[in-house]
């Protein structure tokens, strides 16, 4: 990675930072009605301040900013020619229209249900698809689970001030390590993931808490297709001398292991209820730890500890050049030790009566 390549690639994160925070400002400034989300509609947030909800809009104008500069400032950078990418490309606009429409109209569910699933076949169509079984069809419909499941999951996720951002950003590092090792700076991948960070850390400026502004459906449904098709390409195919199906397993489990953990312990405890996991409510992870008593800026910060933390440990195992079972064994108990903790932390009674009275008091007020 010689000079010129890193000034290019600092001036493209830094345009991406610059023009996120420019873009997201002037929505603000602007912003009366058009956006706002808790006026009068039925989408449950843990924070019932109606807030304009432009960060996704911000997200995909530098989304098209990075494909547009790309060309021009990296060789090789070639969107024509290559159907993936032109895949990625068509998916990531359908889910952002997906969500754009929902934020609109406050669509039924499944209208997005249906778009996820396009968003899925487009992608498998065009060659993105999760290479993990000798069976082709048996590929395309882990695909399409992956695909529809991380997106339902980072909009589940989007529940609470800096969260889904600091965790989509997690994940984006963890894919920007992989491609690190494997030394693949001059790619799309690459460039995307950087200006990607970028628009995020950009809209995380807003998005601390307290919170000038939300994402809306508009940025979690393409965060969510946007790390669903880089995960595909650079997770789950990811390939060295020597790799083993657990190790391709573990590592998306590794660098989306928040999300996950909270979609897999609301669904199970929703579904223990008697109640649909698709209807929105104040039950997630995030939301039980502040009723223990952490503020929402500490809840956030426990989201960036455990991505920290999982991407140290992604890190070394992208280091290990001879994989065994007792590999495996190690990383999957870390994940499964983040997993039952958060699931843990939803279970009021293991906490006492300060867990009970929290939850509420906070549900009165909301």
Same mark, same amino acid.
């Given at each position: 990675?010689?000079n010129e390549f890193v000034i290019k690639v600092s001036l ?10 420019? $873009?997201?400002?002037?929505?603000? *400034? ?5 956006? /706002? ?24 104008? &530098? ?20 159907? #993936?990418?032109?895949? /990625? ?12 429409? =929902? ?8 209208? *997005? ?12 169509? @065009? ?6 079984? =000798? ?9 399409f689970i992956w695909v529809v499941g991380l997106m339902n ?19 984006? !590092? ?22 990607? $960070?970028?628009?995020? %850390? ?14 809306? =459906? ?24 020597? @790799? ?23 669904? /199970? ?33 426990? &989201? %960036? ?8 440990? %992604? %890190? ?28 843990? !932390? ?11 009275? #929290? ?5 009165? @007020?909301?």
């Amino acid at each position: 990675m010689n000079n010129e390549f890193v000034i290019k690639v600092s001036l493209l994160f830094l345009a991406a930072l610059g023009f996120s925070i420019l $873009i997201n400002r002037i929505f603000l *400034k602007f912003s009366k009605n058009l956006g /706002i989300r808790n006026i009068d509609d039925k989408v449950i947030r843990w924070n019932t301040t109606s807030k304009p909800a432009f960060g996704g809009i911000s997200f995909f104008i &530098v989304f098209l900013l990075v494909l547009t500069v790309g060309p021009y400032l990296f060789n090789g950078f070639l969107l024509a020619s290559n159907l #993936k990418l032109i895949g /990625i490309l068509i998916a990531c606009a359908v889910g952002f229209l997906i969500g754009l429409t =929902d934020d609109a109209y406050n669509t039924n569910p499944a209208f *997005k249900s249906i778009g996820q699933a396009l968003c899925a076949i487009i992608l498998i169509t @065009t060659g993105n698809s999760i290479d993990v079984f =000798d069976i082709n069809w048996i590929n395309y419909i882990f695909t399409f689970i992956w695909v529809v499941g991380l997106m339902n999951s980072i909009n589940m996720l989007d529940n609470m001030d800096g969260v889904t951002t600091i965790a989509s950003i997690s994940s984006l !590092v963890a894919m920007l390590l992989v491609l690190v090792i494997f030394q693949e700076f001059q790619t799309f991948y690459f460039i995307l993931i950087i200006g990607l $960070i970028g628009a995020l %850390l950009g809209f995380l400026f807003f998005n601390w808490n307290p919170s000038k502004m939300y994402m809306g =459906d508009t940025g979690s449904q393409f965060l969510g297709i946007s790390l669903a098709a880089l995960s595909i390409n650079i997770l789950w195919n990811y390939t060295d001398q020597g @790799t083993v199906e657990s190790k391709q397993f573990l590592l998306p489990l590794l660098a989306f292991l928040v999300p996950i953990s909270d979609t897999t312990t609301v669904v /199970i405890n929703r579904l223990s209820r008697g109640t649909s996991p698709f209807v929105g409510g104040k039950d997630h992870t995030t939301h039980h730890l502040s009723y223990l008593g952490f503020s929402d800026q500490s809840v956030a910060l426990i &989201v %960036l500890g455990i991505g920290l933390i999982s991407n140290v440990i %992604l %890190l070394i195992a992208l280091t290990i050049e001879k994989w065994s079972h007792l590999f495996t064994i190690l990383f999957s108990i870390y994940a499964i030790l983040i997993l039952v903790s958060l699931f843990l !932390v939803t279970k009021p009674h293991l906490f006492g009566k300060r867990h009970d009275a #929290k939850e509420r008091s906070i549900k009165k @007020t909301a």
